[in-house]
């Protein structure tokens, strides 16, 4: 897709291991798991899909493209490619001109300092998922063919893999992962298959079990001791991966950002 960042904007998160407070043992783990990722994994780019929640949080709002009838969106929205939420914060210099009705024209992104028509608007940074993070996934040596039914009671054949992903950034389900080459400064050179992931579950340093008791069988609270809770240090994140046809608009979702 056209662009007019200068310079990519995605965040690199190949060596972020949590913040200050983290305790050493959680970060020891942390950094031989992405260590091991590393070795045995291949460069991914992840992208959180926007939902109702985070236009609630007043860091999406509905595409232009949504239809409050049927609550959703279409498949080829070029505000949001589908799924029907975009950032509020705009790029500079990228402008959406609508659609136009007579000739049912789609509407088309235009890289320029001023708006190419008086209908465009600007466009948002962010259209239908959230910043990237650039990082490391471990996947299987080949993704199993899987055919399901669908509700109309059609066979159709998907790819699904599993995924072993780091702890940070946390994802879920219908996330979009992009297989990427990357050069020596870590910086993308190119993208391959993308994936929607499917199944999340957080392994903390003593198991997925270990999100709700910590290994003495306590539950965990915090300083105050007031507040029961689950051990809340993940160390990484197990997943599946639906495999998205090529013709799907999730191809066109930007990965400089």
């Known amino acids: 897709m056209p662009s007019a960042l200068l310079k990519p904007i995605y965040h690199n998160v190949i060596r972020y291991l949590g913040d200050a407070d983290i305790p050493q043992d959680i970060i020891r783990r942390r950094r031989q798991s992405m260590e091991t990722m590393r070795r045995l994994g291949t460069p991914v780019l992840i992208k959180r899909k926007f939902t109702i929640k985070d236009v609630e949080e007043g860091v999406a709002v509905e595409s232009q493209g949504f239809d409050p009838i049927y609550g959703d969106t279409t498949h080829d929205d070029a505000f949001s490619y589908g799924v029907g939420y975009v950032s509020k914060e705009t790029t500079r210099g990228e ?30 940074t ?12 471990i996947l299987p040596d080949a993704p199993e063919d899987v055919f399901k039914r669908t509700e109309e009671g059609a066979l159709i054949q998907i790819q699904q893999a599993r995924f072993v992903l780091p702890w940070h950034p946390q994802v879920g389900d219908d996330d979009l992962l992009i297989l990427c080459e990357i050069g020596p400064s870590e910086e993308i050179l190119q993208t391959f298959e993308r994936y929607q992931l499917k199944q999340v579950t957080p392994i903390t340093m003593r198991g997925s079990a270990a999100l709700l008791r910590d290994r003495w069988g306590r539950r965990e609270v915090n300083s105050a001791k007031l507040t029961a809770g689950g ?9 599946e991966g639906a495999k998205v046809p090529e013709t799907d608009p999730i191809y066109r979702v930007e990965t400089d950002r």
């Open 231 to 239: 051990n809340r240090f993940i160390i990484q994140q197990q997943c």
């Open 126 to 137: 962010y259209r239908g998922y959230g910043p990237g993070y650039l990082t490391y996934a």
């Open 95 to 124: 402008w959406i001109v609508p659609s136009s009705e007579p000739e049912n024209e789609a509407a088309t992104l235009v890289i320029a300092e001023e708006p190419p028509t008086e209908d465009s608007v600007p466009a948002p």
